[in-house]
């Protein structure tokens, strides 16, 4: 069921009716029975006549997993700093904290401090955990949408997607 009173619904529905009424990735939350929210994106297509809408279609993609990831990466970016965010991407890509160190051109026992701060702002309690949690939500620097920050005489380079 669409949740009505969201307004990016009503600004979608908008967009709908400014584009003729056909439309492509069209973003909508929504409620299911028990009340979780979950996300789509919608494919629309309709046939007006005689300045009525006669008939629509549409396909709908479940986002949900994919925005749930998307708000947890967003967390993740408020409470880390830049500094801690690109060494959890370095981890999550199954570099040593020593290749860490070398990347970020930093002392490796610099990189365990790091990483025990990291470990303590997110409150978890093991290394293997917060790199699983780091993929789960999609935390990669081999899938990363910016430059990495610059912290001395990295050599690495990024490739954008």
């Known amino acids: ?3 009505k009173e969201d307004p ?5 529905v908008r967009e ?16 299911d029975r028990a009340g979780n929210p979950r996300w789509f994106i919608n494919d629309v297509v309709s046939e007006v006549r005689d300045g009525h809408l006669a008939d629509i279609w549409g396909m709908q993609h479940e986002i949900t ?3 749930r990831q998307q708000e947890k990466r967003m967390e993740i970016r408020r409470v880390l700093s830049s500094k801690q965010h690109f060494l959890l991407q370095l981890l999550s890509d199954k570099y040593s904290l020593k290749e860490v160190g070398s990347v970020m051109n930093i002392a490796e026992n610099t990189a365990h401090i790091h990483l025990a701060r990291i470990m303590k702002k997110l409150d978890i309690h093991d290394r293997d955990q917060l790199v699983r949690y780091a993929r789960e939500i999609g935390i990669s620097q081999t899938h990363m949408s910016e430059e990495p920050p610059f912290f001395g005489n990295v050599t690495e380079t990024v490739t954008r997607l």
């Open 16 to 31: 709908f009716i400014k584009a003729g009424y056909n439309a492509r990735n069209l973003e909508t939350h929504e409620v």
């Open 65 to 67: 997993h994919r925005k």
């Open 8 to 12: 990016k619904n009503i600004e979608t």
């Open 1 to 3: 069921m669409p949740a």
